[in-house]
């Protein structure tokens, strides 16, 4: 962690083509780094092209590939340049056989140069971690970043990294690579310990960086959704260029579907990251068409409104940007309580602002709701795909039990969901405090407001965020990747950027309008960054399900309260990738059946409708089975190894982190 009085680092990437005067002279006007990438030169071309492009020996940070790491000359070939930082791309599917020879070579390096291995892999984290030579840090790149990243986001990356140095007391200095555009999200970090910051592509649309008219127009155009990721069948997971219509993305897609017809082997692995790596353009090389191969983060997204707010000149937006980032870690400290005097307790009646999130087949126990609001949060009742018999049967004493008390009503707002006007009807009728509105229609808006309900909207885009707001609705939820269930396909770090950029262009939007963050929030460090991220309150789920109130009221049993607790870090995985219906879960055997027919889908092109058919009979029935222990067809109890083998154990990611189970009372006042 970052030492007291200690300066966080601040580093830009740059193509070996940049190095320059101007760029060196710019980052040691503004106290930031520039790194160098040579990640896709071996040890003898990054010496030849430093020898020629920088004779004077002012470059001393550059990214280096794990080969080039490898090659048993490069020691002696950095010597004769200024090279001194090397930043290390580490991905256990870059080299083959055991980890400890990679960890070897760090060592022997880090003792004439400051190595920073940039690391996603989780498992590979937990050995550098344990077992890895003390060469004093690491650098965490999470799946919003560039190229080969990790399977978790930033935030649950940073959190795992910080557990698993608690666990094995450890000191190092944790820095993060990529997918922070904001000052406020830069001090998320810094204000909880990183030591650092490594931006990607924010800084694009300055001066500095060489690029013609065209590819600056194309950078500007770029979109949250302008990426995607791909090789997550394989455990390889690649952030590349992606809005929708890429053909080389669509290629790439196809080779990962057919090495999946098989078994998957490290040898699979390692072609994936070879068929990449050959095709791959850096963006800034290519035009960002569809036949280019171009490995891209979201940060990217970011590029316009960074000029836009401060300014086209590299040296001037860069000082300003640090200034900013430096106000809003000054900033941090008088946020630590700010959930203490949120308008949202005020205006919700309730004594903090945490609302538990809807979980269809859980959170439907009245019992559990009024446990809940005992312990000052919003119970959110979820009507799931419940018909009128069976929600009657389980909801007819509701406003008896809650007394007068503020809770919520989460209504699934799809098509598929065939007993949603009877839902709309049921709300109207009964008039819940407030209601929570997922699935992105906006349609029962209006009408529900004017019934005087206090309407909540869970906002998967900019697009339809926008639209709620000018609809009326007074409370938005930004709901992150990393939640368990349905999911997007945008980090919570992500969604919270677009909402605080959004908010810095447009103000008038978000007059009176309250952001609810969620997804990875489950302790006091991650609600604080959730604060720092603009939260006025905070959904949770997973967390919940770690308490001992849920299976006291039947809501969930036991089994289901245990995998979670014991769950490794990176012990979830979602399905759906391939259909867009994403739905994250434990890894248990029913899940790995659905993701081996998924991918057997993917690779024989089989016909959809049945797919389709095949996944809804493999899945019916699977999460009430997890919840309740009982076959939802017959009502017979089912003991704990078939819940195993039918259950689906629906979670967030941040299940691996949760090692306890409390009372509700005691979490709500951590």
Request: net charge negative.
């Amino acid at each position: 962690m970052l030492a007291e009085g200690q300066v966080p680092i601040m580093a830009f990437v740059w193509r070996p083509g940049e190095i320059s005067a101007p760029v060196s002279e710019m980052a040691q006007r503004t106290g930031s780094r520039a790194i160098f990438d040579f990640s896709a030169m071996g040890a003898e071309a990054l010496h030849s092209f430093l020898r020629t492009a920088d004779p004077g020996g002012h470059v001393r940070d550059i990214r280096i590939s794990t080969s080039a790491l490898m090659n048993p000359s490069l020691g002696q070939l950095l010597k004769e340049t200024g090279a001194r930082n090397l930043w290390v791309e580490c991905q256990s599917q870059f080299f083959a056989g055991d980890a400890s020879a990679f960890q070897r070579r760090l060592w022997t390096l880090s003792e004439d140069y400051c190595c920073f291995p940039i690391v996603g892999d989780v498992p590979l984290l937990a050995a550098m971690v344990k077992d890895g030579p003390d060469i004093g840090r690491i650098v965490l790149k999470g799946c919003e970043a560039a190229g080969f990243v990790s399977g978790e986001t930033t935030l649950v990356l940073y959190s795992v990294a910080k557990e698993m140095l608690h666990a094995y007391s450890k000191s190092l200095e944790v820095l993060i690579w990529g997918g922070v555009s904001t000052p406020e999200a830069a001090a998320a970090f810094l204000s909880t310990g990183a030591a650092g910051i490594v931006f990607e592509s924010v800084h694009w649309l300055t001066d500095l960086v060489v690029m013609d008219d065209r590819q600056r127009q194309q950078l500007a155009r770029l979109r949250m959704d302008s990426t995607a990721l791909v090789g997550l069948d394989l455990q390889v997971p690649c952030r590349l260029f992606n809005k929708g219509n890429s053909l080389a993305f669509k290629k790439i897609q196809e080779f990962e579907d057919s090495l999946c017809a098989s078994q998957i082997t490290d040898e699979s692995r390692r072609a994936f990251v070879g068929q990449v790596q050959a095709s791959a353009l850096h963006p800034l090389d290519g035009h960002f068409t569809p036949s280019e191969v171009i490995p891209l983060g979201v940060e990217a997204a970011f590029a316009a409104s960074f000029a836009e707010r401060f300014g086209a000149g590299t040296e001037k937006a860069v000082k300003a940007f640090m200034g900013e980032i430096l106000n809003s870690c000054g900033a941090a400290e008088a946020k630590k309580y700010c959930f203490l005097n949120s308008p949202v307790t005020r205006e919700m009646g309730i004594r903090y602002p945490f609302i538990q999130g809807a979980m269809s087949s859980i959170t439907d126990i009245p019992e559990f709701a009024s446990e809940i609001a005992d312990a000052g949060g919003l119970p959110t009742i979820a009507l799931g795909l419940m018909d009128a018999q069976a929600r009657d049967r389980r909801l007819g004493r509701l406003p008896e039990i809650m007394g007068g008390r503020p809770y919520a009503v989460n209504v699934v707002s799809l098509a598929e969901n065939l007993f949603r006007e009877t839902h709309l009807e049921w709300i109207k009728q009964h008039r819940p405090p407030f209601v929570w509105i997922a699935g992105g229609d906006l349609s029962p808006i209006t009408e529900l407001l004017q019934c005087g309900i206090g309407v909540v909207y869970i906002a998967p885009d900019e697009a339809l965020l926008k639209l709620a707001l000018e609809a009326g609705v007074r409370y938005v939820v930004c709901e992150g990747y990393e939640a368990g269930g349905h999911v997007g396909q945008h980090s919570t770090l992500t969604l919270a950027q677009m909402v605080l950029d959004l908010e810095r262009r447009q103000p008038s939007l978000f007059q009176d309008c309250r952001v609810i963050l969620a997804g990875g929030i489950f302790n006091r460090e991650t609600a604080f960054m959730a604060g720092l991220l603009g939260a006025d309150a905070i959904q949770m789920g997973t967390a919940y399900l770690a308490t001992e109130e849920i299976v006291e009221t039947g809501a969930l049993v036991a089994l289901y309260q245990r995998l979670i607790v014991e769950s490794p870090p990176g012990g979830t995985v979602v399905s759906g990738q391939s259909t867009g219906l994403r739905v994250r879960s434990l890894r248990t055997p029913k899940v790995t059946a659905v993701l081996a027919l998924e991918r057997e889908f993917a690779a024989s092109h089989q016909d959809e409708q049945a797919f389709r058919k095949k996944m809804e009979e493999m899945t019916a029935g699977s999460l009430f089975a997890a919840a309740r222990g009982v076959d939802r067809r017959s009502g017979r109890p089912l003991d704990e190894q078939e819940c195993l083998e039918r259950g689906q154990f629906m979670s967030g990611s941040c299940s691996g982190l949760i090692n306890k189970v409390q009372k509700l009372e005691s979490f709500h006042r951590e």
